[in-house]
């Protein structure tokens, strides 16, 4: 009996965070699409908040359940915790970048910003399936792999993006706008390697 209780928290735990890998995805797609039909964008930056309030929910409902079964877990607290708090910031960084855009008033979007989207786009899908196959106890090295190489990719798209403010001779506060949403857009691409690296470690716990 024992047994059939520790299953259903495993199954209800790696659910919960299989729910939380497809609303950051789904999030990180919304600023892409936002960034590109920006600024007739409107519904677009409400889909976002809606996002960002459901990972609130999720986050909450895991550390819930990391908390209620300590027996139960499929791994332990500190590594659900940081799993589960680095999503929740991919979240809320895609959310920042969405309302960057409103605060600091842009009228068109750059284009290294839509690249930088793309790349948050395709860390978001492996974040999503990484955590799938977490759950489906298959190989996660696949998925934390080309993680790690988009989040390579995005500081180097950061790194040029930023120069190339310096070196145009735009306005400086169109300058300081766009290098904050660019590094906004970059930290949460960290925040999809943050959640590789929890994986990671979880991954060779659990062999």
């Known amino acids: 009996m024992a047994l059939l209780g520790s299953r259903q928290t495993d199954d209800h735990l790696l659910a919960l965070f299989a729910e939380a890998g497809q609303n950051a995805q789904r999030v990180c797609e919304l600023l892409r699409d ?16 809606r996002g960002e309030q459901e990972g609130d929910r999720i986050t909450h409902d895991i550390i819930y359940a990391l908390s209620e079964d300590r027996a139960g877990r499929p791994f332990d607290f500190g590594d659900g915790h940081r799993l589960a708090t680095a999503l929740d910031d991919i979240v809320d960084d895609a959310e920042q970048a969405a309302d960057q855009l409103v605060i600091y008033k842009v009228e068109a979007p750059m284009e290294q910003a839509l690249l930088l989207a793309d790349v948050l786009v395709g860390a978001g899908e492996q974040v999503a399936r990484a955590i799938e196959a977490l759950r489906q106890d298959r190989d996660l090295s696949p ?13 180097r798209l950061t790194r040029d993006a930023v120069a190339s403010l310096f070196a145009g001779g735009i306005d400086p506060m169109v300058v300081i706008r766009w290098k904050d949403i660019f590094e906004t857009i970059e930290s949460a691409i960290d925040a999809c390697e943050s959640v590789a690296h929890a994986l990671e470690g979880i991954g060779l716990k659990r062999r």
């Open 34 to 49: 936002l960034l590109r039909e920006y600024p007739e964008s409107g519904e677009l930056s409400q889909e976002i908040v």
């Open 143 to 155: 998925h934390l792999v080309e993680i790690h190489r988009l989040e390579n990719e995005g500081d």
